[in-house]
């Protein structure tokens, strides 16, 4: 089975500063999805960013981007030039390619990101 | 993108009541749905997945008779909390998907309150 790790349950960040949030993952699979979500104090779950993992090319989202290590089975999220609404919990997920429609996504446990004015 | 609405968002409810969620995917065909409950400051846990016209496919330790899927159309399911007591209390989260999508859209959510 698949497991997801965000080994760090809090991190902190100065406004307009850049942050890196960890996720290693254990798979046995070539082929799948990775994915950052952000869950606001809303609690509305937002899709910030996803990686083929068999694309090499580093995925990006205006502030948002991953370095995705597939032989390391690392995918962190950098978030550039941080603003007062970042402030979340990210979670990182993975998805396996096969298994069709009904394959489950697996979170990590997150991590509360808070942003200092 | 695409959106996936959810109602109630709150409701209080007295314990031994039925409780029914619906969620909704407002501009696609959700083939599939998934039903997750999380609880304060923790990662959200899959109850169920269910595809449209076929019975829901629970995880693991989830009471199948206590939280009934319906997965009626393309774009709702609904989830129903039976017979509910204080422990069912949690924050339930449905998410959608449609055939040949690799990404998951989530509801707001749904805070369940059992008195």
């Known amino acids: 089975a698949q497991t997801v790790t965000q080994s760090q349950p809090e991190m902190s960040v100065q406004e307009a500063e850049t942050v890196t949030l960890s996720c290693t993952y254990d798979?046995?699979?070539?082929?799948?999805?990775l994915f950052w979500y952000k869950q606001p104090p809303s609690r509305q779950m937002i899709l910030v960013i996803r990686q083929e993992a068999y694309k090499q090319q580093n995925a990006t989202e205006n502030r948002f981007s991953v370095n995705f290590q597939k032989a390391a089975k690392s995918f962190s999220l950098k978030i550039s030039d941080s603003q007062l609404g970042d402030a979340a919990m990210y979670f990182c997920?993975?998805?396996?390619?096969?298994?069709?429609?009904?394959?489950?996504?697996?979170f990590g446990k997150g991590i509360t990101l808070s942003v200092r004015p | 993108g695409a959106v996936v609405s959810q109602h109630p968002s709150r409701v209080i409810c007295k314990s031994g009541t039925s409780v029914k969620i619906e969620c909704r995917s407002l501009d696609f065909q959700a083939t599939t749905m998934f039903w997750y409950r999380q609880f304060p400051k923790q990662s959200l846990m899959l109850m169920a997945t269910?595809?449209?016209?076929?019975?829901?496919?629970?995880e693991q330790g989830v009471e199948k008779d206590k939280f009934l899927i319906n997965h009626a159309s393309l774009t709702l399911s609904t989830l129903t909390v039976t017979s509910a007591h204080p422990e069912d209390s949690s924050f339930y989260i449905c998410?959608?998907?449609?055939?040949?999508?690799?990404?998951?859209?989530f509801g707001p959510g749904t805070r369940l309150t059992v008195l």
């Open positions: 798979t046995s699979e070539s082929d799948y999805y």
């Open positions: 269910s595809n449209e016209g076929s019975k829901a496919t629970y």
């Open positions: 997920a993975y998805r396996s390619a096969i298994g069709g429609a009904n394959s489950k996504l697996t």
């Open positions: 998410s959608a998907r449609t055939l040949g999508s690799d990404t998951q859209y």
